[in-house]
């Protein structure tokens, strides 16, 4: 980094990045354990899997909403030296970084499909819709402030996650058109032009 730089990443593409991998692993979860007759039967599991969906995607979707306002609020313009980090390369930072928290839930939901199938795949897929719902969210704060958010690469924690953490002092801000991400962070359909 040239003079003083900083590495930023986009806020929104940090909150997405869990998304994809939750949901799909949640549905594969949740299809296989709805093979297993658990003592409770399908039909209570399915069930409790879809409140479990709505709940894990509503307060995902919600939770710490107060402190991205308050950092978005605050938000300082990026420098001319900072090096903004692209949207695959910040995804792949987060995915390596939780590959094995991920390989757990997995893990978790199938074998709660032996006590009530399908419901742990159901709640983990719901994390991954909550986290697309906060992303899109996010997205409707960068359109309406004309300006991208983006986080200090080494405020987030050792596993490339929580862009609203403890350490996180302040977001940067930089035009709509930066970087290779939308609003929302996910992929720009067409280049930008800058």
Known sequence: MARGGQGLARVAVVVRAGAAPMWWLGVMAAGIGVLVPGPTGRRIGVLSGAALFIIAALVVAYVRRKRYTRLAGAAARAGKHDVLQDRAVTSRNWRRGHRWWLLLAFLAALGSAFAVPA??????????????????????????????????????????????????????????????????????????LV
């Open 119 to 192: 419901a742990g795949g159901m709640l983990l897929a719901g994390c991954g819709v909550g986290l697309w719902l906060k992303a899109a969210w996010l997205g409707r704060r960068e359109r309406a402030g004309d300006a991208l958010l983006w986080v200090r690469v080494d405020w987030l924690d050792r596993r490339a996650g929580r862009p609203a953490g403890k350490a996180v002092k302040a977001y940067r801000g930089t035009g709509i058109a930066a970087g290779d991400a939308a609003p929302g962070g996910a992929r720009r359909k067409t280049a930008a």
